[in-house]
């Protein structure tokens, strides 16, 4: 009786190892969308947060997203916040984010400011942006921690 049980211990595990294998490509990544409320920054500027719905975010603030963050003219930019963001069993946050410049309008000393800041063209002629031809990025790596909000329970 013994014997029997392990063996059909055996080939139960053999049968769930061989499924898992075989449809971990099926199995997607979860996701979930966030809204960002507001940002803030640390006093001594190197920690900065994002107020969100969901969570609260707090990520080691890179010295040109400082400088982007203070710019006077900011108001010209928005963030888009692509895939590229994963978090861990311990909620620690990597991820890849682009500042953009719809710079129709800006100012000879505003286009100046962008390129010495890291600035380049956006040239992607399979995605097309409001202003295409006068189009700035810049893609930022950030790592930081996820905090659940009150909101969630």
């Not at 055996?10 to 966030?34: A, D, H, Q, R």
């Not at 380049?120 to 950030?142: L, S």
């Amino acid at each position: 009786m013994l014997i029997k049980t392990k063996l059909m211990l055996f080939m139960l595990s053999i049968l769930i190892f061989g499924c898992t294998s075989t449809t971990t490509g099926v199995w997607k990544k979860p996701t979930y969308n966030e809204t960002i409320s507001q940002f803030l920054i640390t006093d001594n500027g190197d920690k900065l947060i994002f107020i969100g719905e969901k969570y609260h975010y707090i990520f080691t603030n890179e010295a040109s997203l400082n400088s982007i963050l203070q710019w006077q003219d900011r108001k010209i930019l928005k963030a888009a916040f692509f895939d590229d963001f994963s978090v861990d069993a311990n909620n620690k946050v990597t991820g890849r984010f682009s500042v953009l410049c719809f710079c129709h309008g800006a100012t000879k000393e505003q286009l100046q400011w962008l390129e010495n800041s890291g600035f380049h063209r956006f040239t992607n002629k399979n995605v097309a942006f409001p202003d295409n031809g006068n189009t700035y990025i810049k893609q930022i790596r950030i790592n930081g921690d996820r905090y659940l909000s009150n909101n969630q329970s």
